[in-house]
């Protein structure tokens, strides 16, 4: 996966593709799935969870990530529009 | 000679049509793009926005031509009954007019003749080009974009070659217009 470049629709996809890849996803593995580093991943964390895209349980002190229904949806549409900008030439 | 300008009346306004479909198909990707901010996209959208100045003429040019032909008093005898079509339509060929004298004041008219017989043949070239491109980086959309104007390009030559007042070199130009339309809208819309 190409890190450089990327524009915020493609790190956001990444990231949901993270969630969704696992049933419950704990930080690290988003930060490695999503090529992303801690502290500008968390910020887009809690964005998404105030808009509803994702959500956490708590277990042994630790979060696990899942994606909620909306969440599910709005990966799907990135996903479309990964495929139409990549049928135009260009890369998210 | 009736049926060939009825026809005529019938592909220019599925022309139109076509035209304004392809147009609103192309501009909701322009803005979608220019929603993101996706690398590298001015040149897309560049190509976009010519294409689309391209279309919107192309409708001007096409709603003077099939005008004309109402002029003629063929399509007044068919439906009379639809006059705020027609006004639209008269409203369209001002527009169409207007942007016809723009377009050749200030230049003699041999040279609107020169470029409207070359233009095709250099865009179809490069759309060709452009098409051989997008199949070898197997770019699908640019691809059949490309392709579609290609063969617009060639049968639009094709049809002012073999013009001479002959109706159906006007319905082979009319044919490759609606052709395009339909290859663009298929793969282009989102």
């Not at chain 2, 003429?57 to 709603?63: A, H, P, Q």
């Not at chain 2, 063969?151 to 217009?177: C, K, M, P, R, Y």
Request: proline residues 2%; hydrophobic residues 50%; positive net charge.
């Amino acid at each position: 996966m190409s890190s450089t470049h990327r524009s915020r629709i493609g790190i956001l996809l990444n990231i949901l593709e993270a969630i969704n890849k696992r049933d419950y996803a704990i930080i690290t593995e988003i930060i490695r799935e999503a090529n992303i580093p801690h502290e500008r991943l968390l910020p887009i964390l809690e964005r998404l969870i105030e808009r509803g895209y994702i959500r956490y349980i708590k277990r042994d002190n630790r979060r696990y990530y899942m994606l909620t229904p909306d969440g599910y949806r709005l990966m799907q549409e990135l996903r479309r529009l990964k495929h139409l900008i990549e049928d135009l030439g260009l890369s998210l | 000679m009736l049926t060939e300008r009825l026809m005529c009346i019938v592909l220019g306004v599925g022309s139109i049509i076509g035209d304004i479909i392809c147009l609103w198909t192309i501009l909701r990707i322009f803005f979608l793009i220019s929603g993101l901010d996706v690398p590298k996209r001015t040149k897309i959208q560049m190509g976009m926005f010519f294409f689309s100045c391209g279309i919107i003429l192309e409708v001007f040019i096409l709603t003077s031509y099939v005008t004309i032909i109402v002029e003629e008093g063929y399509a007044s005898i068919f439906f009379p009954k639809y006059r705020d079509f027609w006004f639209l339509t008269f409203l369209f060929y001002v527009l169409s007019a207007l942007a016809l004298i723009v377009h050749i004041s200030g230049i003699r008219m041999i040279i609107p003749i020169i470029i409207l017989e070359v233009l095709p043949v250099v865009s179809g070239i490069l759309f060709l080009i452009v098409a051989i491109e997008s199949i070898r980086n197997k770019i699908r959309k640019i691809r059949a974009w490309s392709l579609a104007c290609t063969i617009q390009s060639l049968l639009f030559e094709s049809g002012l070659v073999l013009w001479s007042g002959i109706i159906w070199n006007e319905i082979i130009v009319l044919l490759a217009i609606i052709l395009r339309n339909l290859i663009v809208i298929a793969n282009m819309h989102y």
